[in-house]
């Protein structure tokens, strides 16, 4: 029986043309998920209404996409297809139409079928590497190992899986010998990579598990649209706002340790001094006093979500530096992070000379994305954060320097706000059409730069590559239309050619805006872009 869901339809939702990941920060269960929940059913029926509604192609789930998704959920699980048999996909294939009525009835019991097995094969698999790892490999022998999933198969039988497994150890010892690594050190290095391995995966939270189901379900309409667990979600917020809460530290995983990548300049941990690149933290605890929780072996976005909070609390974190086995603890207290190295970046360059003598000035942007306060913008926050305001402020300091050119660079740019591509184009033209987008039904609705104040009047340059999308060919198509500007860079861009919404489910489905139930979102594929020009 098909379960029905009302959706609310809000006017505000903001149009967006990709998505960021950053690790996430919302509190994740430490045992693997045994059963699907009852919001695990509520987000099934919203995203499936969603799609049906709101999509672009208007299709409601059928064999077809039922099918796809199964067959990218398997990809998702197992790419490299080393951990399930033939037999185990056989049997998962036999409900490949069936898929589609389940979602209709908010059923995903599928997926956790599905990730019961995918954890009894690498726990098998992982038992085999210590055994295959004490034996004699002989490096002398020329052997053959099929890496290319689209050409691999799956094991038949245990005898062809741990064949297969041989290979594969073989040839990471062989990687490890190339880079000096051999004997004990080698075999520890690679016990310790498999065993944490399976340790992630044990440590998959059922929002995890409904993420890589229901992206599945929605990459089967198009690659763009796609489900953001709370934490997704999260994470695509901070790299939107580009700020957080926390001490301001890039964190890595590796071998069961979390390790200290980065300092963020300006941050919490940067300004105390005391934490440093290379340390491994061991253990957290909350506040200044009370227990220290071990994090060895835990994964990296849970011990995130343990250092991450409210500015002005504190956390300590019990460390060990780098080249040393002693513990100290480090009493951080948090603040607001500004992610400056994502925000768009002006230098001025002296070249040449010009007839009266002096050089000529070239300033050059470096825009990674095309970011956007949407929380903000929505509450009405004055100034919120925008990559318009911000190129605005670095034009502004290029006039009053008397740079000659300005140079845009793109190159890295995967997209992000439509209304920000709008806007920054503005800065460089009078108004006009900057984009026009179509719907389902056909309708057509240009975009407009309604701003008649050109910020940038002199030479423009505008760098890309086969890496800009979205956004930024969006700007660039418009630069080129007025005639504005030069595009320089590769033959062609991305060429993604549509439009995401990005949609709050909590507050989709209880219709308010403040407080809603925190479950996730999804960004889906509702229009195609048009140049200027058409």
């Not at 139409?97 to 094969?121: E, S």
């Not at 379900?217 to 934490?231: I, N």
């Not at 942007?365 to 926050?381: H, N």
């Not at 760098?463 to 060919?473: C, G, H, Q, T």
Request: aromatic share 8%.
């Amino acid at each position: 029986m098909e379960t029905t869901i009302s959706v609310c339809r809000r006017p505000w939702v903001v149009l967006v043309l990709v998505g960021l990941l950053v690790v996430g920060s919302f509190p994740l269960a430490l045992a693997e998920p045994v059963a699907p929940t009852a919001r695990d059913r509520q987000i099934a029926l919203i995203v499936r209404e969603l799609l049906k509604r709101e999509h672009l192609t208007k299709r409601d789930v059928d064999d077809e996409i039922s099918e796809r998704c199964l067959t990218t959920f398997l990809k998702t699980l197992d790419p490299a297809k080393v951990y399930f048999y033939q037999q185990d996909v056989d049997a998962f294939m036999r409900h490949k139409d069936d898929l589609d009525d389940q979602i209709k009835r908010g059923d995903v019991g599928f997926a956790y079928d599905v990730f019961a097995t995918f954890l009894k094969r690498v726990d098998q698999r992982v038992g085999w590497v210590d055994e295959l790892l004490r034996m004699k490999h002989d490096f002398t022998v020329q052997e053959q190992m099929v890496i290319d999933p689209d050409i691999a198969t799956y094991a038949s039988s245990e005898a062809e899986a741990r064949e297969k497994w041989r290979k594969r150890i073989k040839y990471d010892l062989l990687v490890l010998k190339a880079d000096g690594i051999e004997g004990q050190e080698a075999i520890d290095k690679l016990t310790r990579r498999y065993h944490s391995f399976g340790r992630r995966m044990h440590q998959t939270d059922n929002d995890e598990l409904l993420e890589m189901y229901l992206t599945s379900l929605t990459t089967a309409y198009d690659p763009h649209t796609t489900y953001m667990s709370p934490r997704t979600l999260e994470n695509f917020e901070i790299q939107m706002r580009l700020n957080l809460e926390g001490i301001g530290a890039a964190l890595r995983s590796e071998e069961g340790y979390t390790i200290v990548a980065k300092i963020i300049p300006g941050g919490a941990a940067d300004k105390d001094g005391r934490l440093k690149v290379g340390d491994r933290i061991v253990g957290v605890g909350q506040g200044l006093e009370g227990e220290i929780e071990d994090v060895v072996d835990m994964k990296l976005s849970d011990v995130v979500q343990r250092i991450r909070g409210n500015r002005g609390t504190w956390v300590r974190l019990e460390v060990i530096s780098e080249g040393s086995n002693e513990r100290h603890v480090i009493a951080i207290q948090r603040a607001k992070i500004e992610l400056t190295d994502s925000e768009a970046q002006g230098e001025v360059f002296e070249e040449g000379q010009k007839p009266d003598g002096g050089p000529y000035k070239i300033g050059v942007i470096d825009l990674p994305s095309f970011y956007m306060d949407m929380a903000g913008a929505r509450r009405g926050v004055p100034n919120f954060r925008s990559t318009t305001r911000d190129v605005r402020a670095i034009l502004d300091n290029f006039n009053q320097q008397g740079v000659d050119l300005v140079i845009l660079d793109l190159r890295r740019n995967g997209g992000g706000s439509l209304q920000e591509a709008i806007n920054l184009t503005g800065l460089f033209i009078e108004e006009g059409p900057i984009v026009q987008v179509k719907d389902s039904d056909g309708f057509v609705q240009p975009y407009y730069d309604l701003s008649s104040d050109i910020v940038w009047k002199g030479p423009l340059i505008v760098l890309v590559s086969k890496f800009s999308a979205s956004a930024s060919e969006i700007l660039a198509g418009a630069i080129q239309d007025y005639r504005r500007g030069l595009i320089v860079g590769d033959d062609s861009t991305h060429g993604k050619g549509t439009v995401q919404s990005l949609m709050d489910l909590g507050q989709r489905l209880y219709r308010i805006t403040s407080n809603a139930p925190r479950l996730g979102a999804l960004k889906i594929t509702m229009q195609k872009f048009y140049r200027p020009n058409g």
